[in-house]
């Protein structure tokens, strides 16, 4: 007989769970600083549509599609399109698209862990001037040795907890990770509004200067929204395929997207109040964090401690992101190759090490090998977030809203969120009953799915390539 899926032990969980892979190195590290490259409040107001109009219902299909298949990427797309070789290699694209993000994602988990040991000894006290604390940054960065050594040791946490499994591993180390993370976020925020001259932060945030978008903007907020989600290449059907068929979909994912977007406000908050009241420039680019925080925990009392917090925490969010992207490939071969899971875990961390090593080298020996002015690590950020995420969420949608179809896909929504699925949007919202049936919630998210997602994905497409 065959064995059960394990399953995530309820829906908290896997809302902790998911919610772990979504909050990661890209809500404090990557949206801080593409948010200040990018021209602040306007960037923000185009991911935020960009996770309402397209992330909330490509969320839901990817559920769907591991719920109802029980099985990685691959074999998702292999069982419910009839083994079609086309959608077989989109499943094989999201497998391709998990290495080429732990390539340099585990570089930057890498330096947070390097940083959290800093805190500890104290380094920070040196950083009186940010020039200092980015001189320091460059130079750990192009110390091969130092990143290597890192990197390695997060791979290594990361096969600890993959090797457990789902609920012993996944689940539990979330639940614990997950709150913590939370109440340290919140807490530097509260100190960054409490600073004088913080009020410039805030504007920064949330007053839109739309002179600063164009195609090339829109591409990377829309990149962004797919990347801070995990959306795109299949971590989400993986981990809806430990999902329980009694549990309701419609709200998880509602809850994940709120939790996700919730941290990422907060934590732009913490970082630019701190940048602006300290006269620090926000386009400071990916050392965003690494230069002007330490500076600012320098003149911050109690900032070791704080420092150290924050270098844990932001240590956390990429560790239960990484997971995700490791469970993967993990449960690709287990599912379909039949492998043993804790050799699966251990060949593919490998993989993903030696792979990172010329992103891990981009800021050192390999600084001048540049392709259209991106080094190796900026090459495989904007192929993953810019390219190969939204490019896999387009198939998403295009397989959920035209393979699939209407029936089958809220036949498979349906089990355990009954109610929420033909409840009138409007019901929903004021609690009157309208008679417009179709306007219910299920029907609305099919519309989205099926037009509304796919077309807007392609014109962000053709816009950032000048064709329109
Ligand atoms: N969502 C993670 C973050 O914001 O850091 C990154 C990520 C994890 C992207 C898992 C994609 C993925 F499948």
């Known amino acids: 007989m065959e064995k059960q899926r394990e399953n995530w032990g309820s829906k908290f969980g896997f809302i902790l769970a998911a919610a772990g892979s979504a909050v990661g190195l890209g809500n ?20 935020l549509i960009s ?17 109802k298949s029980q099985l990685n990427v691959v074999g998702a797309y292999k069982k419910l399109s009839n083994n079609s070789p086309f959608w077989s290699i989109v499943g094989y694209m999201g497998i391709f698209t998990a290495f080429v993000i732990l390539s340099y ?20 006290n040196e950083f009186t001037t940010v020039e200092l604390a980015s001189n320091y940054f460059s130079n750990q960065t192009s110390n091969t040795f130092w990143i290597i050594s890192w990197q390695f040791l997060f791979i290594a946490l990361s096969v600890y907890v993959v090797f457990s499994g789902v609920r012993k591993g996944i689940e539990k180390y979330s639940k614990l990770l997950m709150p913590i993370l939370l109440v340290i976020l919140i807490s530097l925020a509260v100190w960054g509004i409490s600073l004088k001259g913080s009020s410039a932060g805030l504007t920064f945030l949330f007053k839109p200067d739309w002179g600063s978008i164009n195609g090339r903007v829109i591409l990377i907020a829309l990149g962004h929204a797919f990347f801070t989600l995990s959306l795109g290449m299949g971590a989400i059907i993986t981990y809806g395929s430990y999902f329980r068929k009694d549990e309701n979909i419609l709200t998880s994912a509602l809850w994940v997207v709120f939790l996700d977007t919730f941290i990422a406000i907060v934590a732009g908050i913490a970082i630019f109040t701190s940048v602006f009241s300290m006269g620090f420039n926000p386009a400071e680019g990916p050392g965003l964090i690494f230069n ?8 911050m009392p109690g900032g070791n401690i704080f420092g150290t917090l924050f270098f844990l925490l932001l240590f956390i969010a990429a560790l239960t992101s990484a997971i995700s992207l490791l469970e ?13 899971r804790h050799w699966v875990v251990l060949v593919a961390a490998f993989v993903t090490f030696l792979v990172g090593i010329p992103s891990a080298m981009s800021f050192g020996l390999l600084k001048d090998f540049q392709f259209f002015q991106k080094n190796f690590f900026d090459i495989m950020d904007f192929l993953s977030a810019n390219i190969l995420l939204p490019g896999g969420g ?30 009138n949007i409007f019901f929903a919202i004021v609690g009157k009953k309208v008679p417009a049936k179709k306007l219910s919630i299920g029907n609305i998210w099919f519309v989205f799915v099926k037009y509304v997602a796919p077309i807007l994905i392609a014109l962000v497409f053709l816009k950032s390539i000048g064709v329109i």
């Open 28 to 47: 404090i590290w990557k949206f801080p600083y593409i948010a200040g490259e990018n021209g602040g409040a306007a960037f923000i107001l185009v991911y």
């Open 394 to 423: 387009l198939l998403i949608a295009i397989f959920i809203g035209w393979k699939f179809g209407y029936r089958k896909s809220m036949g498979a929504l349906e089990s355990g969120s009954e109610g929420w699925l033909q409840a």
């Open 328 to 340: 993967v490939i993990t449960s690709y071969f287990v599912d379909q190759k039949k492998h043993s």
């Open 292 to 299: 002007v925080l330490p500076t600012v925990f320098n003149k």
């Open 51 to 67: 996770i309402l109009m397209i992330g909330i219902p490509i969320f839901i299909s990817e559920l769907i599609i591991g719920r």
């Open 105 to 124: 994602y585990n570089i930057v988990a890498g330096w947070s862990l390097g940083y959290f040991f800093e805190a500890i000894k104290g380094t920070f």
